[in-house]
């Protein structure tokens, strides 16, 4: 089983409507965690740190299920330039805090 | 303030040949780690500095990668000699470090060097 796991898609979504994917990690003692987006030919930037209460930036909203080991992120609202491979990525003191990636989902919005 | 730097962008090169790529992290940032991606993939840690030492180089091909960190700030990563299977974009990325607080463990990257073997 992969450390951190995530559904490739492509999720195909229309846009104006809201969109959600999970990724799931391995390690219960995972200490932090990301939502980075990544277009194509780009490199990953970070989207959004999810805090254990959760966190809400404008259309997104990352959340964080320590008792069922996921992070979420749910997208309202999509525009067509939300269109991009979401990446989740966590780390614990254990390795040394480095960042273990999942292989991300990639997002198509439609018009 | 001024983000990750890299260099170069693309670089194509025959097989059997050498290759160096520069990275340049953002002012103050203590941890510096170089990363292979493969196109579909997530971004493969090959290996994590702090400061001038090195946290983690296990996934390093040691045999033909090689990196350096001399002064704790910008660093090199060579392959030697190259062969078809490098052909990625590596990219560099940077932290503050200090893993305690998730602030420190926020990574940004560079824009990476998309390598070519042939």
């Known amino acids: 089983r992969k450390e951190v796991e995530q559904d490739p898609g492509p999720f195909n979504v229309p846009e104006g409507a809201t969109v959600a994917f999970n990724c799931t990690y391995s390690?219960?003692?995972?200490?932090?965690f990301f939502w980075y987006r990544q277009d194509c030919r780009k490199e990953p930037k970070l989207l959004m740190s999810v805090y254990s209460s959760g966190n809400e930036d404008g259309r997104f909203t990352a959340q964080l299920n320590r008792a069922s080991q996921y992070i979420s992120l749910l997208i309202r609202d999509s525009k067509l330039s939300d269109s991009a491979t979401y990446l989740c990525a966590v780390n614990n003191e254990d390795s040394n805090y480095q960042l273990i990636w999942g292989a991300g989902t990639k997002l198509i919005i439609k018009p | 303030e001024a983000g990750v730097a890299q260099s170069p962008r693309y670089k194509i090169i025959e097989k059997r040949q050498s290759v160096a790529f520069w990275c340049n992290p953002i002012s103050g940032h203590a941890t510096l780690y170089w990363y292979q991606q493969i196109l579909g993939q997530g971004p493969k840690l090959l290996i994590q500095f702090q400061n001038n030492g090195v946290v983690d180089d296990s996934q390093l091909p040691k045999d033909r990668f090689s990196a350096e960190r001399l002064k704790g700030v910008d660093s090199t990563l060579k392959i030697q000699p190259a062969k078809l299977e490098d052909s990625a974009v590596y990219l560099c990325?940077?932290?503050?470090?200090?893993?305690?607080?998730?602030?420190?463990?926020?990574?940004?990257f560079g824009q990476g060097t998309r390598l070519t073997v042939v």
């Open positions: 990325a940077s932290s503050r470090g200090g893993g305690r607080f998730i602030r420190n463990t926020e990574a940004f």
């Open positions: 390690n219960s003692a995972s200490q932090s």
